[in-house]
């Protein structure tokens, strides 16, 4: 069974649970100012996992796409990408433990294929010091499930990551860990904040027999062990508990929130420790090795990082994002740049994406209808961007023709490599080129740099990365209505062509990307804000209800946003004087908003437009204030 069908049979075995299928969540979260990508299949679902109701219900499944920027440095091993789908299943008090280990353990065995001998799981050993017990409950379902396939399942007690070093398998199939197994938005128990709910979660490993322990992670081997033996591919997260003031209570509507990567499954499927030889990976490989004349197994390092960062770009381009020096398009242009640098080793120097990105469309096409309708616009942009990096590489090479005396430093590599892009490799060809002096120490200083910028990363990444429900303060929910009143608005001013195409709001401002082909004049501007400001003046009533999405767009004429798909049921704001007058401002969306529009008039403040400019071709970008 390939990626593609697992993941739809996938679907159609929780459908026959009584599961209602929802569409993937857009990969830049543009209503979500704390993140800069969609990096796991919860997250889109956070609010409805905090007691928000679901317009689907309470059984939901689907399979999202994610980027996790933060993981691009460890692409080239044999299972990291930065792009991934997610199969997801939840219950928003619904069903618990009892459903969920049976149903995802039948769904690899059974339908999957799977053999359960290679199947491994992990349980949280609780926290006595916060009265949370050991998860025997889960524990014992696995048990039962593998003697149902003639398994005695040992238990293990690991308890800390790097105590797995030291005791090892020891034979077990079930092993407790203690906070690697808890999950909370904050970390561990003692971290979890007043009002948060947290519990035990269970993870299912595959074992590749055929991969054999290296002692550098350490002594022994265990199921969390980084050594490749052991590939995560599943989570049973179950959101039991909430934190009190008085330590942590039961929640009355218990949750199961659960995500197993598909191209994992994918690979334990087909049994090969190495993930790009599954069916979503391995074309693009063969494309590489076609139009380099080389093999996979001389070059897998460059290979695997081209077919992971362009399966991440592509989807971007697909969800509107374009190749910037700014948040999301940066990540995006860091990814195709270094794609593009891996390109070099292998030879290829010219129509790189006009080649590979046909290819990436052709395997999700079917499931992914957008992937079809944006094919010839994500090429051109892709294309693109290949060109310019192409001068940028030119300009590279200027720049070394003008170093100093001391020749080309570890310190001269990184500001190429960091500034200009340049791949290092070709900085000290180049140099050698020129016979410039190359310092006999500049990889460890380059080394060296790119450790602190990592470690600088990684501290900026538990902040942006995080996830979470950021971003619904009283400031927040005052531009995120002014956002609405200013997209009608635009589109009074401008015309109907105007459709959202982004935005960013923070405590300070809103920023929003609108698509409109020519600069907006400063006339134009005047009308939108006093348009804006009248509205407010009116203190139009914000409510919502909900309508079957065809309904909603089709026949009543809500907005929405470019790119943004949605299920059946879809959730409308509208913002209206008088219920016998037609509403000013009727859009889909999910909020948070304020409840009267005067709310965005106290102290005296006005709403004014201090920015307007191109965010790409085609593309407007205008930031706004209360002030």
């Known amino acids: 069974m390939n990626a593609q069908d697992i993941r739809n049979k996938y679907i159609e075995y929780f459908k026959t649970q009584k599961h209602a299928v929802i569409p993937r969540a857009l990969m830049v979260p543009y209503n979500e100012p704390s993140v800069l990508f969609t990096g796991s299949g919860m997250q889109p679902l956070i609010p409805y996992l905090l007691g928000e109701k679901h317009p689907a219900g309470t059984r939901l499944v689907d399979s999202q796409t994610c980027l996790r920027a933060q993981d691009i440095d460890e692409v080239g091993d044999n299972r990291h990408t930065t792009f991934f789908e997610m199969l997801g299943n939840w219950s928003l008090g619904d069903y618990f433990k009892a459903e969920q280990i049976p149903w995802f353990f039948n769904f690899l065995v059974d339908v999957v294929g799977i053999d359960p001998k290679k199947l491994y799981v992990t349980c949280c050993s609780g926290f006595a010091e916060h009265n949370v017990p050991k998860d025997t409950q889960s524990g014992e379902i696995w048990k039962d499930l593998f003697a149902s396939k003639g398994i005695d399942a040992k238990d293990v007690e690991i308890g800390s990551e790097e105590n797995g070093y030291k005791v090892g398998d020891q034979g077990g199939r079930i092993f ?237 590599v990184f500001v190429l490599y960091d500034t200009y892009g340049f791949p290092l490799e070709l900085s000290v060809e180049e140099a050698y080129k020129q016979e410039i002096k190359v310092s006999d120490t500049w990889r460890e200083e380059f080394d060296l740099l790119m450790k602190q910028q990592r470690e600088r990363s990684q501290t900026a990444a538990k902040g942006i990365f995080k996830g979470g429900l950021g971003g619904h303060t009283d400031q927040h929910k005052k531009y995120h209505t002014a956002t609405h009143l200013m997209y009608q608005a635009l589109r009074d001013v401008l015309g109907d062509h105007v459709v959202q195409n982004g935005s960013n709001i923070t405590e300070e401002r809103l920023r929003f990307d609108f698509t409109h082909s020519q600069k907006v004049t400063p006339e134009q501007v005047k009308q939108v804000e006093d348009i804006v400001n009248e509205q407010i003046s009116k203190d139009l009533k914000v409510s919502f209800a909900e309508y079957p999405t065809k309904v909603a767009r089709e026949e009543m004429g809500a907005l929405g946003q470019f790119g943004d798909r949605y299920g059946d049921v879809v959730k409308v704001y509208k913002m209206i004087a008088d219920e016998s007058n037609k509403p000013f401002s009727f859009e889909i969306c999910g909020g948070p908003h304020v409840d009267h529009t005067l709310q965005l008039f106290e102290n005296g403040k006005k709403f004014k437009i201090i920015k307007e400019e191109a965010s790409s071709a085609g593309i407007r970008r205008i930031k706004a204030v209360l002030a």
């Open 176 to 412: 407790y860990y203690d906070e690697k197994n808890w999950w909370s938005r904050n970390g561990a128990p003692k971290d979890v904040k007043i009002g948060e709910p947290c519990g035990p979660d269970s993870e299912v490993f595959y074992l590749f027999d055929n991969v054999q322990h290296d002692t550098k992670w350490g002594e022994f081997c265990h199921p969390n062990c980084d050594c490749g033996r052991y590939m995560e591919i599943g989570n049973n997260v179950f959101m039991e508990y909430i934190r009190t003031k008085n330590g942590f209570e039961k929640l009355p509507a218990q949750n199961v929130d659960f995500g197993a990567g598909l191209e994992r499954i994918a690979a334990a499927a087909i049994d090969s420790s190495d993930m790009f030889k599954i069916s979503l990976l391995w074309p693009i490989i063969e494309k590489l090795q076609k139009l380099s004349g080389k093999t996979y197994e001389q070059h897998t390092e460059s290979m695997r990082v081209i077919s992971d960062h362009l399966r991440a770009a592509t989807f971007l381009a697909i969800d509107g994002v374009v190749p910037s020096n700014k948040e999301q398009g940066y990540v995006m242009r860091r990814l195709m740049r270094r794609a593009i640098r891996f390109a070099f080793e292998l030879g290829i120097e010219q129509n790189f994406m006009q080649e590979l990105v046909p290819v990436i469309a052709d395997l999700y096409q079917s499931d992914y209808p957008e992937v079809a309708e944006n094919r010839n616009k994500v090429i051109d942009v892709l294309a693109n961007e290949e060109k310019i990096f192409r001068q940028t590489l030119r300009k590279g090479i200027i720049q070394l023709s003008k170093l100093s005396e001391d020749g080309l430093t570890g310190q001269e």
